[in-house]
């Protein structure tokens, strides 16, 4: 059964799941009631840094025009322009020992895009989750659901798989960023330019 984290919560993955290497990070929303003549295309990434929580390169921000790790490690499996239908929106799936030894942390995020022009944000978005699950039995491990009202932000920090030794833990992190994707890049050490 998936262990259901609050915000801030820190869970060990690896260790209470020896062997463990093939995950998928699935994550879904809904949108609420909206007049503004646009669909709500959520994009999910992932970005892979150091001990400075920075990137190396720009190759390490997996997203819609970067789908997939030089190292193989971290794939996004492609994105979903409407949020339409059950379960998960996009899916990030990764192989915790393809991941390179500098590479302290996966941070999993999700931005609106174009929020500014089609006048969206959070606010706008119910029902957020992120869930790590098991690839090879599809069993649901861990579960995050976003509960805090994000009324400006259009960008959020969902949670992160971390380095603790030789194993790896999930933290649900829940942390909202006005100026969306460009916001988060700086964050993470991508420059936009």
């Not at 820190?10 to 995950?23: A, E, R, Y």
């Not at 789908?67 to 799936?93: C, F, M, W, Y």
């Not at 929020?115 to 599809?138: P, T």
Request: proline share 2%; glycine share 12%.
């Amino acid at each position: 059964m998936a262990v259901s984290l609050k915000k801030g919560q820190k869970v060990d993955l690896t260790k209470t799941n020896p062997g463990l290497s093939k995950i998928v990070a699935g994550l879904g929303w809904d949108t609420n009631k909206y007049d503004g003549g646009h669909d709500f295309d959520l994009d999910t990434a992932a970005f892979l840094v150091g001990e400075d929580g920075k990137v190396t390169t720009d190759n390490d921000f997996v997203f819609y025009n970067n789908l997939t790790h030089p190292s193989g490690a971290v794939s996004h499996l492609g994105d979903n322009r409407t949020g339409e239908g059950e379960g998960d929106d996009e899916q990030i799936k990764m192989e915790l020992d393809k991941v390179p030894g500098s590479v302290q942390k996966i941070a999993f995020t999700v931005t609106i895009h174009d929020a500014e022009v089609r006048g969206q944000n959070f606010g706008q978005i119910s029902n957020a989750f992120i869930r790590i699950f098991n690839e090879a039995s599809n069993e649901e491990l861990i579960r995050y659901d976003l509960s805090e009202d994000y009324s400006i932000e259009t960008a959020v920090v969902v949670g992160e798989l971390y380095r603790h030794g030789s194993e790896w833990k999930f933290a649900a992190v829940g942390s909202g960023f006005e100026g969306g994707l460009g916001a988060l890049c700086n964050n993470f050490g991508i420059n936009l330019g």
